[in-house]
């Protein structure tokens, strides 16, 4: 099966399994469900083409790999800032790149379908949850430079996930209060395989292994 890869929106004829910004980044702590920068809007980004930015970067791609994700919000490593990275495939396709300021616009018109939804900051479970089946977002990239996305089906799924992560919103705020407890007692059971998983993906990947807490904060 030949996988055609999108970087930043562009076609390109290689690209190696690690991104180059994972390869050079830091993995750090995923934040956990109840802490505050989670549930907080982030903050729009100001400064471009910063040495801060350009390893923030390459930090949460490092974090996303560590982790076994798809998306990563800025928050979700305890930045509140309005940035997310993103590396998936579906349908044949490899999605790769980042989004900063981000906003979101679901075309109502290609209707909606329901898939199980995850979340790094929930680590384990996952629920049944619905979202527009396409939807474009527009923002810019770390040099400042306009960026339009569009994806559909899952890759649809992400960009709205992590969008709704910069304004403080996760995706267990969208389902019924006791899906939610359902979820986050799954989570109970879950999290120190799911944390054991990241320490083992980090030393396969040659990155020190982030610290988590015993235990995840008060909800």
Known sequence: MSIRTIVQGDEVDDYPLLPPEAARGTALRVTEVGEGVLHEPC????EFDTPELHTLIDDMFATMAVAEGVGLAANQVGVDLRLF??????????????????VVVIEEEAGTEESEEGCLSVPGPGAELFRGSRATVTGVDVYGEPVTI?????????????????????????ISKRE??????????????????????????GKAAPTYPDAPPAR
């Open 43 to 46: 903050r729009t980004i100001t």
């Open 150 to 174: 569009t994806g559909e089906g899952y890759f649809a799924r992400c960009l709205q996930h992590e969008t709704d992560h910069l304004g403080g919103r996760l995706y267990i705020d969208l």
């Open 85 to 102: 990275v993103y590396d998936l495939t579906h349908a044949e396709v490899r999605h790769v790149g980042h989004v900063l300021n981000p």
């Open 180 to 205: 939610r407890k359902r979820v986050l007692a799954d989570m109970a059971d879950l999290r120190e395989e799911v944390l054991e998983r990241r320490t083992e993906l980090a030393a396969e990947l």
